[in-house]
């Protein structure tokens, strides 16, 4: 066990340093415990959810891996989801999907509603977090030939328009009931696996069907879509309908948000660049954070140069009021609750880093074309302590310090997650 003493004096030196530099590291703690993530439920149960658990998923994604301890009841994955958050500083949001609705009989995806959600809504009130939503646009038999919002058949496009309407609906009720905006996401896996004829009716179709399904007002503060484009799926690499810049374009003639996937872009992309060519024009972000490796692999987000990159313009840029940030990777070779915490908790490390930063006195110092001092400071700042405050604000939340939370994950794998088979 790491000792309190030992973090406190810690972060009195780390305090003193940044404080020598303008920086103070009590304000950096106080930005971060305001920013939630929006953790993935789908790293829990390999995305099976309990609507349709047997059907193979579909839609270009998979996940490899067959860990011991998947959850497969509504329980179980509440039960594991109350674990990673215990072990994750902060308060936040859990991302469902209409996969994860939980029904007194046997329902299709079109007819699920609210009612099917007030597991989750009672759930995430007794735990005091927030919840987002995705309607599930994949892994049922009505995906034709990976086509739903843009199928060239009409009977199609209806059963998808429907579970669209209905995840507005469930979102809404969301953010009816636990008092803060639900983000409602909208991907669909929609395009072919070799060179179409004609690319621009399936893109028309999938304006028409998304205008459908937005034409309900809603109130604001209860939710919002955003739209999540894609460069290629699996099996589905020549042309993707919903592609970065239908869905830039969409949003902002919408006045919707866009979610920015970090493993959608071709790999040299830095998505991080998008943020501020954005957001002068647009509403707001929703990001999943993912780690891409050599393709969109969704593998569990560390503190890579890409997470590191992303953190720094949203905190240097002064975007995380107007940005969702939201996971999204799934990986069952290791244990799912430990891919939460290490994918959580590596992203509010780099937020973290990137607060603490005199970003003022840089700011000031580039419009001053003092270049010199812009790398100098940037490049000392790597090596400063952040990692002491990083253990403070861990210490503060009362959760684990450090490597204190793998012995938590060992105990619990032995006792829950390895009883489940
Ligand atoms: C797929 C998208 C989408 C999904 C989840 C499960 O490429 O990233 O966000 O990962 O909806
Ligand atoms: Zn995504």
Known sequence: MVKEQEVKSAYEVAKERYAEIG?????????????????????GDDIHGFLNPDQELTGG???????PGIARTPDELTQDLHEGLSLIPGKHKIQLHTLYAVTDRKKDFDEVGPEDFKY????????????????????????????????P????RDFWIKVGKQSRAISNYFGEELGQQSVNNFWIPDGFKDNPIDKLSPRKR????????????YDE???IEAFEGKLFGTGIESYTVGSHLFYNNYAITRDKLWTIDAGHWHPTEDVSDKFSAFMPFGKGLMLHVSRPVRWDSDHVVIFDDALVRIARSLVRDDLLSKTNIGLDFFDATINRVAAWVIGARSTQKALLQAMLAPIDDLKKAENEYDFTKRLAVTEELKSFPFG???????????????????DEIRRYEKAVQFKRN
């Open 153 to 156: 058949e009409k009977e199609i």
């Open 61 to 67: 994604i998979g996940v490899s891996g067959n860990y």
């Open 221 to 223: 503060k209860n939710t």
């Open 120 to 151: 989750w809504v009672d759930w995430a009130k007794e735990e005091g977090v927030g919840l987002d939503m995705n309607g599930t646009f994949f892994s049922h038999p009505k995906v034709k030939h990976n086509f739903t919002l843009a199928s």
């Open 23 to 43: 920086v103070d590291t009590e304000k950096a703690i106080e930005q971060l415990s305001k920013v939630k993530l929006s953790i993935h439920s789908w790293q």
């Open 206 to 217: 999938l304006i028409e069907s998304l205008d459908e399904i937005i034409k309900e007002k």
């Open 388 to 406: 002491a405050v990083w253990d403070e604000f861990c210490q503060r939340n009362n959760v684990p310090v450090g490597l204190d939370w793998m």
